[in-house]
């Protein structure tokens, strides 16, 4: 045991390497025996005061090293780039592939044995997993947990009423004062944001994949719960290093494919489709755009949470949470998966029971029959584009309209809600170079704000396309991730104001009417518009990132480098 453990290469050295490897930690108050041969734990901790939805994982990690040490094992924690969604500029997502780097290197340069991925904040997930894949030790995920529900004037709310509040204020239904007070009502306890957007569906995938314990997914950050199960992480990751349980273990397709069905039925967020993408490129499991729709397209929604339905994260917690639908999808999941604890999901999740209906549906009675992510396909996006039908309107799920093309954010911004603007309720948004290099990084900007003088007129959805994401606590009938972007000088890059735009979801189709000789024409005469830089992270970015139907991963950073100990440093 102990001759294979990867931090005996270096605390189980003689000589001067020991010496140093050693004597150095000993200055932490950390005695001999500790570095002897027990497993060494990583914590991996994107604790950050700029990102708020991670600001208590000091104190997560507390309960972490206590399993840890219980367990016999030895914990350390170490900080990686923390990112949080709310305040980096242009986009977290520019960085989640920086992050996973930053990730990648600290595991396999250090003594560790195991590692406990802390993550909470969007992209936080993505990034640390996609990081820890590339290494393949063994792995465990703990979950910030998300916050308690909003209240306001009395009623309940959540970071989907962002969308409405700013509708609202543009529309004169709302005061700016009336704004600042819903700020503090809506952000009044730790964890990340409360309905089942970006970080919640992380957390659901996650466990749903078998990297977290079982109830991992929706405990909230401020229950005392939330510290047990990640004291308990921490002892079983130290079994889980005896057991050489490695990631790859546990992420095979099949579990992958649990991912997909579980996402579809919990209504999660579509930036899941690109992170789990990304997350395969790295473990080396095949996944395409395509699985997303046809594993999804028979599992009905069964969890009834913003933004798709009404309740918050509590709420599924208290219903059950995510070993409710688990249970409940049994019939359609790989039960046979393998996951951290060493059990099977079948195992894990056979007594889980709902303990209200209204917040998880059965799949006799689901809260809707509509779920999961349509892809649809045309001459406008050949690779693809996304959309969430349980989030979209239904009467525009089929739709025909002429497009009014905004060229870049700024062009949005400056004549949107210029009265002038020739716009109506059937009129198509579409707006271009928010893709992954054309902004750049691929910003959550495509559920863009309808209109004012149509929002006067109390029309809240339009068919809107872009080449972005859109926040997963986004709602609306948004086609996302179109693929190639605008920034290669695809069709989509051309589109101009008036041309004919079709939308059918269900027979998968975008189409622009437009002749493939007119669009050759204007792909020739085409000149990119988007920033290009010429130095530091942001060049080798645009110069390496994939497009979105493949993850947006950096090209080089598919597959591993696996765990190997490398030469010594002196
Ligand atoms: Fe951090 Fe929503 S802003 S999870
Ligand atoms: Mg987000």
Known sequence: MKEKLRSQGWFGKTGKDGFIYRAWMKNQGIPDYELRGKPVIGICNTWSELTPCNAHFRELAESVKRGISEAGGFPVEFPVMSLGETLIKPTAMLYRNLASMDVEESIRANPIDGVVLLCGCDKTTPSLVMGACSVNIPTLVVSGGPMLTGKYQGRDISTSDVWRFNDAVRAGDMSQEELTVAEACMCRSRGHCAVMGTASTMACMVESLGLSLPENAAIPAADSRRKVVAQLSGSRIVEM???????????????FENAIIVNAAIGGSTNFIIHLLAIAGRIGVELSLEDFDRLSANVPLLANLQPSGNYFMEDFYYAGGLPAVMRELDSYLHRDCITVNGK???QNY?????????????VAAPISPLSG????KGNLCEHGAVIKPSAASVKLMKHTGKAVVFEDIEDYKNRIDNPDLDVDENSILVLKNVGPIGYPGMPEVGNM???KKLLEQGIHDMVRIS???MSGTGFGTVVLH????????????VVKDGDMISLDVANRSLILHVSDEELAVRRAAWKPRHKKYTRGYVQLYQNHVEQAHLGADMDYLRGGSGSEVTRDSH
Do not use: M, Y
């Open 482 to 493: 179109a693929s190639p972007e605008a920034a290669l000088g695809s069709n989509f890059a």
């Open 241 to 255: 290093v005896r057991e050489n349980l490695r990631l790859s273990d546990i992420l095979t397709r099949q579990a």
């Open 350 to 362: 056979q007594r889980a029971a709902c303990f209200d209906p209204k917040v998880i549906g059965t």
């Open 344 to 346: 099977t999901h079948q």
């Open 449 to 451: 704000a309808i209109p």
């Open 467 to 469: 080449d972005g994401r």
């Open 373 to 376: 992510v349509a892809i649809v």
